[in-house]
């Protein structure tokens, strides 16, 4: 077990170096750094002045090298827009892309779960092709403009809820919903499908033939043996709400998330924020990875990684 | 040696009946799911639209007529037919907008999935039919790009680079194109187990023989399945893009970029939002639906699944109808 996550750390290693590796390349070989941070009036003596600040004018492969001694002291300097540490900016505005991520999927995941098996439990019923129209629909409206229809409908016209930021608790409650929707629409699709493959089992049959109770049956047995698909989408919706979809959900809702951080360092050009963000989104998304990996031990003994 | 012309003939004149009859029978089949159906001609309409757009709309899309700003729909009080979904903030009428909207919606998701699809399958062949060293290299590859935060580094490259539709296509298949090769990998390894191909290497078929006429053909439905729904995908993506502001840029359309103009006029001039996202949910949803039903109707297992449970729905049914019947019998007595 041990082996098998210090595997996992070298490969969220490899990726989160291969991150960089972009981002460098980008920032500084594909665009143009110092004309992107410095005004448009800037002589070329303040260009000069400003590169030499910034170690640009020296070769790539020693800004590489410096850059990554960087990195490993989650030192990306001081942002260019609020001038202090980048970092610190995105450790303030962490906690807030991961509490609405994980509240989000968490809703999807105890809203899916029930509607997936009650699909299950009648398959080609009612209920069973309504559940899978109304995924397909929620898989179709696009997060952006599902947070505009919520807001104008709940917090403008029935102002039951507030529009925008963080304020208070129930501020969560509609970008929550945003970025629930289509991982609710997924986890319930493969929760009912593995639930059916699951319920027309041999031990299913013979555990009703017992005469168990439906809800130990399904709920119990059923259940976890069908989980692992599910935990594996589970964890896959998550990185994706961390790493992408919150950009969109927070810009919507001024939510103030990594998210929303980032599309505005992209607006002010701030480039070295951004490198700090999509570092601190790599090294999530690893951890989550790893997450989910020792979830699956937990939900099947059987694979207990050697 | 003569008579081996007439053979050819008749192979191959039987290969074209083939096909004719499988053409009938998807027509059929398509009939038959309502749903399959109901994507299908959205999407024939959608693609008509799109390529007759210069035709249907009403107005030049990018035309200002600033004295009819905001105008609301036709069906509402102070609308007018001319502007049948009303105007926009500088007065651009908003069908025509929708209707040139679908172009790059369907441009840029035909060309991301060409693009990342053919690479994808690309690599996927190889890693496959190489195996060996080309093979862990394209996997390790394919499991560390999967782990990167897509969406961000998109917008990164996109703000540096300059948004463009070129950028933009370029970007999404950069993102996308690991879950093909994973596919065709996992095809080709399952095929090339097989004895016939086996047979094939024996008897001295060329790789590329091997490639093109036994590997191939296996990949061709899961694979259209995997394109039509990344086609979904990439038409959400480019909307999200275009309404971040680094997707499609003005004075081109997008539905995207509609809602994203519309934002700001959300109160007062609803329509400028509703449209353009019923068009991409409409579009998404007929999109999903055909891929649903091509998958059902190229997986012989979910097909019997289907059908045993729309006999299983209808027994229960028949059953629930006698249960209620003898009492009914019952009460009339």
Redesign the interface.
Known sequence: MGRYILKRLW??I??IL??TV??FT??RM??DPVK?MLPLEATVEQRAVFEKQLGLDRPIPIQFVEFLGDMARFDFGDSLWQHRPAMEIVFERMPYTLGLSFAAIGLAVLLAVPLGIVAAL????VS?RSTV?FS??G???????LG??L??VFA?NLHWLPTSGAATPTHMLLPAITLALPALARIVMIVRSSM?DELNRQYVKTAFAKGLPVARVVGLHALRNAGLPVVTLVGWELIRAV???S??VE?VFAWPGLGMT??QA?DR?D?IL?QA??FT??IL??LI?ILMDAAYTVIDPRLKLS | MNNTEPFTETMLAGRWRERGQRIRELGREIRRDK?GLAGFIMIALLVAMAVAAPLLAPHDPAAQDLRSRLTPPAWTEKGTPAHFLGTDHLGRDVLSRVIYGSRVSLVVGAAVVLLAGGFGVLMGLLAGYLGGRMDSFVMRWI???V???????A???L???GPSMLTVIVVLALNGWMVYGRMTRGAVLAVRQTEYVEAAEMVGCTSSRIIFRHILPNLTSPLLTLAILEF?RIV?AE??LS??G?GIQPPATSW?LD?ANG?DY??RA?WL??MP?IA???T??AV??LA?WLRLISDPQERE??F???????D?RAAKRSANAPREKEAAV
């Open positions: 490969h969220g490899i990726v291969g991150v972009i981002v980008v920032t594909i665009g992107l009648r398959p080609g019923g069973d129209f397909l629909l898989l179709s409206i696009p997060q952006f403009w505009l229809l807001i104008v403008v059916i790493a992408g979809y950009v969109v810009t980032a599309m992209i050009e480039l951004l963000i999509v989104v790599a998304v690893v990875n | 749903s499991d560390t790009q782990a990167f935060p897509g969406l961000l580094l917008l990164i490259i703000a540096v680079v979904a959400l909307a999200a309404f971040l680094l995207g809602v934002k959300i109160f609803w939002v509703t996202g991409i949910s409409l998404v949803l999903n639906l649903s699944k289907q045993a449970r729309h006999m299983a729905a209808r229960r």
